[in-house]
């Protein structure tokens, strides 16, 4: 259990400093679902963390991108618990934004879900976000 917390601090660390060196680089966009992801938990971290993202746009959530989202849960065979993690995919999709930025590789971040989704738009015309970690976009 140890390795698994030196990793996600060293994930945090990582998030912290593209937040602060990179983040100005990009014109970022969250979801009305990532706001409500942010308010969960201790009310002084769910604070600190919207305050982190007042001044980031919001990506429309609409009937489409849930109707979207479902496809992808679909594609991706993931669990119920990562249902949410296929909104945050339709949303960019729908909402045509280029990068999503995640660490979670279980659902979102690995070559499996790239694949499976980029064929799937593909073939529906939709244009493909890239979706790496904060270090895969800065290091390129």
């Keep these: 259990m140890g390795q698994y917390y030196a990793i996600a601090s060293a994930y945090q660390k990582i998030s912290k400093k593209w937040w602060k ?68 995919i339709a949303c960019a999709v729908l909402n045509e934004i280029d990068y999503i930025l995640s660490w979670n590789f279980k659902h979102i971040a690995n070559v499996r879900t790239r694949e499976k989704i980029s064929s799937f738009n593909a073939i529906r015309g939709f244009k493909n976000p890239m979706i790496c970690t904060p270090e895969e976009l800065e290091n390129g």
């Design 21 to 88: 060196e990179s983040l100005f680089k990009y014109d970022p966009y969250i979801s009305q679902a990532v706001i409500d992801e942010i308010k969960k938990g201790d009310e002084k971290a769910a604070q600190k963390r919207l305050n982190a993202v007042e001044n980031i746009g919001i990506a429309d959530i609409s009937m489409e991108t849930y109707q979207l989202s479902t496809k992808y849960f679909e594609i991706l065979d993931v669990p119920e618990k990562a249902r949410l993690d296929t909104l945050h």
